[in-house]
């Protein structure tokens, strides 16, 4: 029997967060501090160094948001997981297959519906840790099914958006879903329904074109990356030095891009005063 590996890491593991449960420290990308992961989760993994937003898994946004963290899940529905059958150094399913695995998620998106601040609301929140959160026919029908079901109830609509663009996996039917979110958030403006976009480390490519950026306010968790391409990728382009905290949430906020910055602890306080204001006038 070995002490280590058979006694003090599954106590480890039984303390500490899924996603971090290897780890007993993790080191913030930011500043390189090494964080414990225990004193990580209390601050809702903020750096207790230097405030970085370490990136959420999906659970811990949702359970961050909706009234005790309680919420239900609604099934999306099922999608041709390969419709290309693209395959570069892997084959895509094969991708899919790993993925799921590593995450417990289907996709990049998972829709709930739940109480904010006593008010019933309907929420889509991407995941980054799938295939960098980005956007294919799952995404896309997650946000179209979550649009419906705000339509059917007459609730207000959230969307949490993490991506790094399009899914490459999927050509251009990946390209199609900036469309069809798009217009699915225009049908909930259209029936006079509040669209509240909250902006994580990244919202980035085709996500950032689309859905993410059409909120009847958008909202950034501090220093997060918004943009459309990367910043390595436009110096490249214009051969230029870009400007200092060039695409991060407070300099979209300066030059008008966002209406708000809010640090992960204030984010559940400043969405109920949000929705408080914007559901007064629903007629049920």
Known sequence: MN???????PKIQKTTPKEIADNLWIKCPNCDQMLFSKELKESLYVCTSCGHHLRLYVDNR???????????LLALP???????KFKDI????????ANRKKTGSN???QVAHGRIGEIESVMAVMDFSFMGGSMGIAVGEGIVTAAHYALSHKLPLIT?????????????????????????INQIKE????????LADPTTGG?????????????AEKGCLIGFAGPRVIEQTIHEKLPEGFQRAEYLLEHGMVDLVVERSKMKQELVKILQVLTSNIKK
């Open 160 to 184: 949490v958006a993490s991506s790094g663009g399009a899914r490459m996996q999927e050509g251009m039917l990946s390209l199609m879903q900036m469309a069809r979110t798009t217009a699915a």
């Open 207 to 219: 996500v950032s074109a689309s859905f993410a950026m059409l909120g009847d306010i958008n909202m």
């Open 90 to 97: 892997q084959k895509y399913s094969d991708r899919l297959k």
């Open 62 to 72: 949702m359970k961050l948001l909706f009234d005790d963290g309680k919420y239900t």
């Open 3 to 9: 002490w280590l590996t058979d006694i003090v890491r």
């Open 78 to 84: 099922p999608i041709v997981d390969d419709p290309l």
């Open 107 to 109: 996709d990049a998106i």
């Open 191 to 198: 029936a006079g329904l509040p669209y509240i976009s909250i």
